[in-house]
Nanobody, 127 residues
Framework: QVQLVESGGGLVQAGGSLRLSCAAS????????MAWFRQAPGKDREFVSA????????VYADSVKGRFTISRDNAKNTVYLQMNSLKPEDTDVYYC????????????????????WGQGTQVTVSS
C-alpha cells in the first residue's frame, strides 16, 4: 500500500512562488514515474507535470511550461513541484500521483495511468 502526502500549498499573490512536496510511504518509489495534477470544483482533473523514475525525463502542461519545475529525491521518496510566476488561474487543489509500472522512461499525462493519489493541497493565487 502506498500513501502520498502533499504539503506546501497556501495563499500567495500573483507573481509569487510556492513549492509543493509529496512524500511517499509504504514502499520505495525510486523506480516509478510520478506526477502532479490539479483540479477545481466541478472540473476534470488536469495534468500539470510528470517525472520519470530516474528524473531524467520531465513533461509539463503547456499552461505551466517555463514557470513550474518538477523534481524528485529518491533517497527521500519525495517529489517536488516548484511553482514560480503564479497566476490566479493556477488556483486549484494540487494532487500528486504515482504510476506503479516500473522503469517508465517517458511519464504519462493521462490521469488513469496513475494508481495512487494523495489527498491534495490547496493553492490559491490572489490577483
Amino acid at each position: 500500500q502506498v500513501q502520498l502526502v502533499e504539503s506546501g500549498g497556501g495563499l500567495v499573490q500573483a507573481g509569487g512562488s510556492l513549492r509543493l512536496s509529496c512524500a511517499a510511504s509504504g514502499r520505495t518509489l525510486s523506480f516509478n514515474a510520478m506526477a502532479w495534477f490539479r483540479q477545481a470544483p466541478g472540473k476534470d482533473r488536469e495534468f500539470v507535470s510528470a517525472i520519470s523514475w530516474s528524473g531524467r525525463n520531465t513533461v509539463y502542461a503547456d499552461s505551466v511550461k517555463g514557470r513550474f519545475t518538477i523534481s524528485r529525491d529518491n533517497a527521500k521518496n519525495t517529489v517536488y513541484l516548484q511553482m514560480n510566476s503564479l497566476k490566479p488561474e493556477d488556483t486549484d487543489v494540487y494532487y500528486c500521483a504515482v504510476d506503479t509500472s516500473v522503469l517508465v522512461t517517458i511519464p504519462y499525462m493521462e490521469a488513469d495511468r496513475y494508481d495512487y493519489w494523495g489527498q491534495g493541497t490547496q493553492v490559491t493565487v490572489s490577483s
